[in-house]
């Protein structure tokens, strides 16, 4: 249903669900990454009237707990997002329960979830 791109590396379409409306792709060596591409594959698309929020998450420096970052949607009319992502993580300096929960992350995370658009 979605890929993620980031550049020199091969498309991601590994998404885990990890609940009915909840994807998740894991990330290693974040730390390095610029921009990421989230889109849809064009396979399954969303319910009319929704899309899909993206999320991304990485470990928070001094509790090791997941710090959690609103990046953007995607949509049917909109299937795909380029997300600048360096730097963002040297600038949180709180830590942020996600509010649909999470395991503990340990690597960094983008989390797809279904939004209703208005």
Request: contains cysteine.
């Amino acid at each position: 249903m979605f890929g993620c791109l980031v550049a020199g590396r091969l498309v991601q379409t590994d998404a885990a669900q990890v609940a009915s409306d909840k994807f998740v792709f894991n990330l290693p060596d974040y730390e390095s990454v610029n921009h990421v591409v989230v889109f849809m594959l064009g396979t399954v698309p969303f319910p009319a009237g929704m899309g899909g929020a993206v999320y991304f998450s990485f470990p928070d420096p001094a509790s090791g707990g997941p710090v959690w970052q609103l990046l953007g949607f995607i949509a049917n009319d909109k299937p795909s997002a380029i997300f600048k992502i360096s730097g963002l993580t040297a600038a949180q300096d709180r830590g942020g329960a996600h509010p649909f929960g999470c395991v503990t992350c340990s690597h960094f995370f983008f989390h797809i979830f279904l939004i209703q658009l208005l």
